[in-house]
Every structure is written in structure tokens, then in C-alpha cells.
């Protein structure tokens, strides 16, 4: 039986290779790319990024913790998944 696609694991990777390669940079790299998803109105692309910056956020070396309540649902990106 095919395994199903499951787009969490796959920002894990996504995040686990940017912090690999750029430390604690990886939030700022994954911030921008949320950012440009967003203007393109490209929400699939923007789900997707949200979830890598939140695995990098948990993540990178360094990295300063998400604000109290900060949340894509401002922008109608949250998972429902």
C-alpha cells in the first residue's frame, strides 16, 4: 500500500536542511520565503513555508521563540490538516 504524501514531513525536511546549512539564519531564510509566498498569493506555497518557519523557529540553534499569540491566521494561513 502507497504511503500517503504528507506535506508536514516534508517541511520538516525543508527546515532540518536550511538549519543545516545556514544555522540560525534558517528562520530569517524561511521568514522571507513566507513573506515573498504571500505576495505571489500563492497560499498553498505560504502553508507550506509557515509550517517550515515553524519547525526552524523550534528548531535552529539560537533561535528566538514565536511572539505569545503570533499566528498566520491573520493572513488565512493556517493548517487544517
Given amino acids: 500500500m ?3 504524501h504528507e506535506p508536514w514531513n516534508d517541511s520538516l525536511t ?20 513566507l513573506v515573498e ?9 505560504a502553508v507550506f513555508w509557515r509550517a517550515v518557519l515553524r519547525h526552524c523557529e523550534q528548531r535552529a540553534p539560537s533561535a528566538t521563540p514565536p511572539l ?3 499566528t498566520a491566521a491573520g493572513f488565512g494561513l493556517e493548517s487544517t490538516g
Fill in 37 to 45: 509566498t504571500i505576495a505571489a498569493d500563492d497560499l498553498p506555497a
Fill in 14 to 33: 525543508v527546515a532540518l536542511q536550511l538549519i543545516e546549512r545556514l544555522g540560525e539564519r534558517a528562520v530569517a531564510a524561511s521568514k522571507v520565503r
Fill in 2 to 4: 502507497p504511503h500517503e
Fill in 68 to 70: 505569545p499569540g503570533a
